[in-house]
């Protein structure tokens, strides 16, 4: 059964930073791509960044390139996002998702968890 459970979010001022972690179990890393998504009050869900253990492609939502880091540690099964620079429009509950690597969707989710900038 796979089960991830995200950790790190809280309270920030605008320019500060967080380091999300997302523990994952009942799966192998290299057979999934990770992500993280955020959904912010009243706007839909949208990708923040992903990457795949296979040759450790990564993608990043033009809202946070230069300032979130998606990375992970195989031996952990953790991954994490740096954030840095944070801004207001960063507020949101942020959530680690698994995708198999034959699947076309992200088939499991995290509970979230929840970031919030101060201006």
């Known amino acids: 059964q796979v089960q991830l459970v995200e950790s790190g979010g809280g309270l920030v001022q605008t320019g500060g930073s967080l380091r999300l972690s997302c523990a994952a179990s009942g799966l192998t890393f290299s057979d999934y791509a990770m992500g993280w998504f955020r959904q912010a009050p009243g706007k839909e869900r949208e990708t923040v960044a992903t990457i795949r253990w296979s040759g450790g492609s990564t993608y990043y939502a033009d809202s946070v390139k230069g300032r979130f880091t998606i990375s992970g540690d195989n031996a952990k099964k953790t991954v994490y996002l740096q954030m840095n620079g944070l801004q207001p429009e960063d507020t949101a509950i942020y959530y680690c998702?698994?995708?198999?690597?034959?699947?076309?969707?992200?088939?499991?989710w995290g509970r979230g968890t929840q970031v919030a900038v101060s201006s």
């Open positions: 998702a698994a995708r198999y690597r034959r699947s076309t969707s992200y088939g499991y």
